[in-house]
Each structure stands twice: as structure tokens, then as C-alpha cells.
């Protein structure tokens, strides 16, 4: 059996992995668990899964939980720890073969470093990981030997695509993307759209930050960092396509003509049990993750328009500077993000966030983690500087910003 | 130099396979050369590629031939030979590493299978060998640890996306299908489409036979038994899909719910340099072939309907009665398009001359190439006596028959 670490057990991909462990028994051993603050769910996580060892955000939240748990009715022995260094327990237990990487942001970052220093497999759902501190950590994955196997759909599918040739065979790849819920709305229209309305995404079930990250294009843009470095190549080879169905998760163009695309329904569990049993494929239970094309819409593709979702275009920037830059384009849009959701910020102004933040940013190596979360932690404070002074502006004005 | 001898030379796939030989200069030397009666085009193929065989239909043309090459002007030593004996001789040679069967029809498969006796990488257009002989070619294929990759586009595209997974992971294959030219006429406007409608493929330019083959959808019954025996699948994990758009060439779904589609310009340069190179992909010179996704239509799928296209069911009903049932099918349906082609039979009329053919035809299993040949004979008479009956009540009648 696979010994299982789940960082951000609670959370969208957290609890899809763990269906697809309940839907593969015999496979998989959960030995620890990580969340954040939703210890009621973790408590029934642990009943249910029965891990050594948890890890809870901070000291405060573990006597908390060891209460939920017990009176839950759990006998099995469990140790609970938290914080950055509970994370990094959990990821090096000797019975962990394989961590799977879905925390919120960047806060599995140390976490998974230290999973791929101990050798372990990773499967990556958090991309802030490698947009921010891509270098380091596929330097490590390299020098380990581990290989960091996606969660995230598309680039689930170009790693199944992959295998049809050889990487000097690759003309580009081409990430799908559903052009989240403002696909056709007009540049005007963007600035007044609602959270509720940026939350509508017309495909997947997600998180809150992913699902404005689609509705902004700004996830399509840090996926292209993430295909960077998961498949060694430059912006250049990486291309969009809006493609509203979701059906096509990605694709790659080979040298020969031939294009190879990875197609299912829309559900995490697939790219997400890819990646735990890779090189193998094993069954879903029952049919529900078929997908029936007589059922689905047309596929359709089109052209991404940079102009009026410009962080696409702010991602590009971002992965051809390099250096610092990417780290800070993911820092100010998730304060940017966050900002929208609580009704501080304007839709359209999030793009504005990032690039100013961006301009100022200097162009600097990141060479350790140290530097990493340092440069996160700078790009955030101008960011919420930058807030500020919109929301400000927003609220003197009570127009265009 | 991989050492090349190409059945069916000036055929639409022979010349195809030999755009793309002329197109990856210093890769393959074209060592023989094998062609029916088109003697002038036979001539220039030889004069451009320097053969050192060539292999004419009978005889009487190796006259006619030498004059034409001489009269071009070449100078190279070239033997000229004919007939099966003059083929087999062809694919032997010591210098041939790979063999392109795209003879017509059945008239390369004694070829093939000296081909494949000999150890000899063998491409497979001629898709008739397997489906006259599918259990024979496959097991000395086995023995001689010869693999035959496919060059019907759909067949290539089920080789790339099994790339993608186990054998036994495959939950099924999914060939499409265009639909051909009369995917909306109704029923009753069957009976009376003229030959010159059904070989106006929307997608592809072929020959006649499998023009009208894919007008009946008999193309894809063939295809299901070529899959069957490339593939080791029973019918039922071969699916088929009406796609008229010709841009995904087959797909493949896997057990775990991922499915895998090969996409391209519907050029057969494409699956011919892919069978040619594997496992290498090369990159095509320029990017005629490289496929604008944003350009095409929407992709579209729709089941195929059997009550319009009987011989769709019959070539299941082939497969699944086996023995010399597919082999009959498939001399009734090249007698039965002929007659079609010639004006001497209704196009509904095709799959009734097959059906018939089909009731005659023993429940026998077919031991040899003898054996094969024999019942390819006799299905062929049968269904010329059929036709002429059929023909005969046209004339008198000038009514549904």
C-alpha cells in the first residue's frame, strides 16, 4: 500500500483525493493529515482515514481538534502538530511514500521542499509552489530523483500527452482554459461585475481564489509558469486556447502535425487518482467520471483576449523576467483576489494591483526559500499599500478607479 | 537509410509515402518499387527515387515500362519483375528494412505476409489484409516479432493514444467517423445517389472504392475488424463515432475515465511519416500540416446510424461470426461498390449484395493464404451473380428493386 501526506486535507482537491482513496481500498494508507482552520473537518477525515499523525495551523488549534476527535469517538493512537513544522514532520514520516501538494497558496510551500529533499513522490495541486520557487524546487526534484506529478487538470493532461513522444518532439503545448463566467462581457461591463458573479465559474467546482483566478485568466497565466518549469519549456512553446466546455483538459502539438489531447468531465478526481497511481490506471468505480460525447456541447476554441483580461499577459511577463517576478505577480494577485471578494477592490483593478506591484519589483534571484517568502511577504504589504489606495479612491469617487 | 519497398506505389497512399520520403531527404532509400498498371506514373516514381527493383502487374507490362523509364532518360541499373511472385521477391530483398502495403485492395496481402515471414517492418494502408486475414498475418507477426504499425489515419491514431496507458487499461477505442457525403440524406434518397455523389468525400481525397466505402459507412465496419486484429479487441470495446468534421482521427478511453484523441489536418502524410519514422516523430518541413484549431468548426460527435447504414452492422456481424465471413464481406462490398461505381447497381442495393453474400458463406475457419484466396473467389462470384440479378429487376422494374 501507498502511504499517503495530504497537505490541505479540508480543502477541494484535499477531500477529492481522499474519495479517491475511500474509491480504490486496499491502495492507499492515509498515514497524516494536514489542514488549516476547519477542524471539524479534519476531525471526521481522521475518523474516517485513521492517520498517525495530523497537522493543524497553530499550537491553539490542537487541543481543539484532539476534543472533536475523541468525542467523535476515535481510539486510534494520533499525535496532532502544527505549523510549518508539523507540515514537515508529517511529509518526512518513513511510512509516507507520496505527498500530495493542495494547500491554500504558497503555505505548503516549505513543506513540499522538504518532501521532495526526503525523496518523496509529490503530486502538485498547489501551482504557487512552483510559480513561486520553481527553480529551487525542480532543482531538488532533480538532484532527488522524484518526479513532481501534476494535480491540475490541464497539466494532468499534457503529462498523459507527453507520453505519446519524446520532449525534443514537442512543437508546443496548448493549455485549455473554460474563459471562466466573463467570457463575453464587455470591457465596461468588467469593472462592475460582483464577487458572486466572478464565483459562478460555468464548469468547475473550486475554491474561492481559483475560481476568480479563471474569471480574471490570471490562473491561466500562472499555469503557463507552471508548465515552464513541470515541462522544461519557454514561454514561447506554451500557447491558450479558450476552449468554454472544458472537455479537452490540454493538449501538445508534436513536430510531425500530430496533435495529442487528454478529454474527461470536468472532476478533479481524475487528474488527482492519475497522479496517485501513475504509471498506472486503474478503474473508477462505477461510471460517473465516463464521459459521453453524444452528451456534450460542441467543442469549441478560441483565441484568449489579453485586452480585456490582461493578467494573462501579466503572467507571461512575469515567467520571462523571472528572478523575483513571478513570486510577486502570485503574491499581489491573491491579496488583489481577496481584496475583490471582500468588496475592496474592483474587478478590473486587479490586473492593476499585480502590475504595480510588478513595476515595482526589482529583478533579483531567488535562491533560497528564505528569499522566496521574504519577496511574498514584500510583494503582499504593497499590495494591501495598493489596496488601500484604490479602495480609497473607490470610495471617494464611487466611480472607474 | 532505413531501406524501403512500397506496394501500391502510384496509389493515393504510394504517392503520399513517397511526398514524405522526398520531404525527410537522407532518411529512407526506396529499394523497390510495386505498382498495377499505371505504367507512366510507375516510370516517373523511378526516375525520382532510384529504385533497384520494380514490380509491374503482369508480364506484359515490363516492356512498356522499361521503355517509358528509358525514354525518360534513366541510367540506373533497374530490374523489372512482375506479378505476386515479383512482389514477394520485392518486399524479400536484403535491403529492405520496411515495407508500405497499399496495394488495392487484396492484391498485396500475399506480399505482406512474405513481408512479414521475412522479419520485415511492415506500414499497413491495405487494411483488407487484416480483414481477410487478420488471425494468419497477426500470428506469423507474432512469431517473427514483426510489429505492423497502422497507416489508416484512424488506426494511427489508436497506436499514438495507446501510448498513453496499458493494453489493459484501454475500457475501449473510439473510431470515428466523417459520416461520408450522405451523413444527413434520408433513407429514401439513398436508393438514388449517383456514383458521382458518393465520391464526393467531405474530408478526405482517396480512391474510388473507399470513397463509396466511407458514403456506406463500410469503410468503418472494415475499420472495426483491422482494430480488432491490430489491437487484440473484441467488437465490443470498438466503439465508432460520427465526426464530420475529420479533426480528431480516433480517441481512446481508458478505465480511469481519461480519454485520449489524436487531432490533425486530414492529410494522410501524417499517419504514413508516423508508421514510417516510429518511434521517431520529425518535425514536417514547413507547417502545411500543423493544424489551426482556432480555424476549424466545432467539433461535433453523433452516433452512426445502422438503419441508414446497414453495413456498418454487417461488418460487426462479420467480425463477430468470424472465420470467412470477414473475408467474404469484403469481396462482396468491392464487387458490389464496382457495380455501383459503374451504374450497374443502386447504391442501397450495396449491402444487400454483401448480406446475401454473407448467408452463403460456411461458418469455416481459414488455415491458409490458399484457403483465403479461395473464399475471396467465390464470394466475388456470387456477388457478381447477385448484382446482375439485381441489375437485370433495375432495368425491368426502374423502380426500387
Chains 1, 2 share one sequence.
Not at 482513496?21 to 494536514?34: E, M
Not at 482515514?49 to 491553539?60: D, I, K, M, Q
Not at 481559483?210 to 515541462?231: P, Q, R
Not at 471582500?342 to 519589483?361: C, H, N, Q, Y
Amino acid at each position: 500500500m501507498k502511504g499517503l501526506c495530504i497537505l490541505g486535507s479540508t480543502g477541494s482537491v484535499g477531500q477529492n483525493c481522499l474519495r479517491v482513496v475511500s474509491s480504490l481500498p486496499g491502495r492507499f494508507r492515509v498515514a497524516a493529515l494536514s489542514a488549516g482552520k476547519n477542524l471539524d473537518a479534519l476531525a471526521r477525515q481522521i475518523l474516517e482515514f485513521g492517520p498517525t499523525l495530523a497537522v493543524v495551523a497553530s499550537a491553539e488549534c490542537i487541543e481543539p481538534l484532539r476534543l472533536r476527535v475523541n468525542s467523535l469517538g476515535h481510539r486510534q493512537p494520533l499525535r496532532i502538530v502544527s505549523g510549518i513544522e508539523g507540515q514537515k514532520e508529517a511529509v518526512s514520516l518513513p511510512e509516507v511514500d507520496f505527498v500530495v501538494s493542495a494547500s491554500h497558496g504558497v503555505t505548503g510551500l516549505e513543506a513540499t521542499y522538504e518532501a521532495i529533499r526526503a525523496g518523496k513522490q509529490v503530486g502538485l495541486a498547489s501551482k504557487e509552489v512552483l510559480v513561486v520557487a520553481g527553480e529551487l524546487v525542480t532543482r531538488a526534484a532533480r538532484e532527488r530523483g522524484v518526479q513532481i506529478l501534476p494535480i491540475d487538470s490541464e497539466h494532468s493532461a499534457i503529462h498523459q500527452c507527453l507520453r505519446c513522444g519524446l520532449s525534443g518532439e514537442v512543437r508546443r503545448i496548448i493549455l485549455t482554459a473554460s474563459g471562466g463566467p466573463f467570457l463575453k462581457t464587455s470591457q465596461k461591463a468588467l469593472a462592475s461585475v460582483t464577487p458572486e458573479q466572478a464565483l459562478k465559474h460555468p464548469t468547475w467546482r473550486m475554491g474561492g481564489r481559483i475560481t476568480v483566478d479563471s474569471a480574471t485568466l490570471m490562473n491561466k497565466g500562472l499555469e503557463v509558469i507552471e508548465a515552464h518549469w513541470l515541462f522544461a519549456l519557454p514561454s514561447s512553446q506554451i500557447s491558450i486556447l479558450i476552449h468554454p466546455e472544458s472537455i479537452v483538459h490540454s493538449m501538445i502539438e508534436f513536430v510531425d502535425g500530430s496533435v495529442m489531447a487528454q478529454l474527461s468531465v470536468a472532476d478533479m478526481r481524475i487528474p488527482i487518482q492519475y497522479a496517485l497511481t501513475y504509471p498506472e490506471r486503474l478503474a473508477v468505480n462505477g461510471n460517473s467520471l465516463g464521459l459521453d460525447l453524444l452528451a456534450t456541447r460542441r467543442l469549441s476554441f478560441q483565441e484568449p483576449d489579453t485586452r480585456r483580461f490582461p493578467c494573462l499577459a501579466l503572467g507571461r511577463e512575469a515567467l520571462q523576467k523571472g528572478g523575483a517576478m513571478p513570486c510577486a505577480l502570485n503574491a499581489a494577485d491573491e491579496v488583489a483576489v481577496e481584496a475583490f471578494l471582500s468588496g475592496a477592490l474592483r474587478f478590473s483593478d486587479i490586473p492593476r494591483v499585480i502590475e504595480k506591484v510588478m513595476a515595482f519589483t526589482p529583478s533579483v534571484e531567488l535562491n533560497s526559500l528564505e528569499n522566496v517568502l521574504e519577496c511574498d511577504q514584500e510583494a503582499r504589504q504593497r499590495a494591501r499599500a495598493l489596496v488601500a489606495g484604490l479602495g480609497s479612491k473607490l470610495r471617494t469617487t464611487g466611480g472607474t478607479v
